[in-house]
């Protein structure tokens, strides 16, 4: 008899949920899916590039440490982890992907600058990923790896190009 009651329980549960998936295939209502499926690769690149914060600068970082970083060795170690292979310089790197322009940066994009002692007008001397909003995360000088806004001071002034590497 205690069987009987089981087997109608289980029954009646596995009727009720396929009525209801049924119900939710029939009408076209969205189905839910896992929240890292959502997320960008861009926006995978940029969380991953932020648990970097505060790594020091160093120029002509070996591409093989997290000790300490140049801007273009951090933007090819944190895109490698997601597949992208970029070259070593800020220079090479500008020259991957496809032209983007400012207005239409997407999070994961790279972002080029002509700034410092080494600037020459257009010449691509530094490079950052876009992290949405208006910033960057990139590394140089005394903050190290950083976050800063794209459209204010040094990087908008010096501000050259962009590219989409994904």
């Known amino acids: 008899m205690k069987t009987n009651i089981f087997v109608q329980k289980a029954v009646t549960v596995g009727l009720c949920a396929t009525l209801g998936f049924g119900a939710v295939l029939m009408t076209n209502a969205p189905v839910a899916q896992a929240a890292t499926s959502s997320v960008s690769t861009g926006q995978q690149i940029v969380n991953y590039g932020k648990k970097f914060t505060g790594t020091p600068y160093k120029f002509g970082a ?16 944190i895109f490698k982890k997601y597949g992208v292979s970029l070259p070593r310089t800020s220079v090479k790197q500008s020259k991957e992907g496809k032209a983007v322009s400012k207005a239409n940066l997407r999070v994961g994009d790279l ?18 990923v876009y992290a949405g909003n208006g910033k960057i995360l990139h590394t140089y000088g005394s903050p190290g790896v950083t976050i800063s806004d794209l459209n204010s001071g040094t990087w908008k002034r010096t501000y050259v190009k962009s590219r989409r590497v994904l």
């Open 111 to 128: 972002v080029f600058f002509s700034s410092g002692s080494r600037s020459t007008g257009s010449n691509v001397t530094h490079v950052a």
């Open 62 to 77: 070996s591409t093989s440490t997290t000790k300490y970083f140049d801007c273009s060795s951090f933007m090819k170690y």
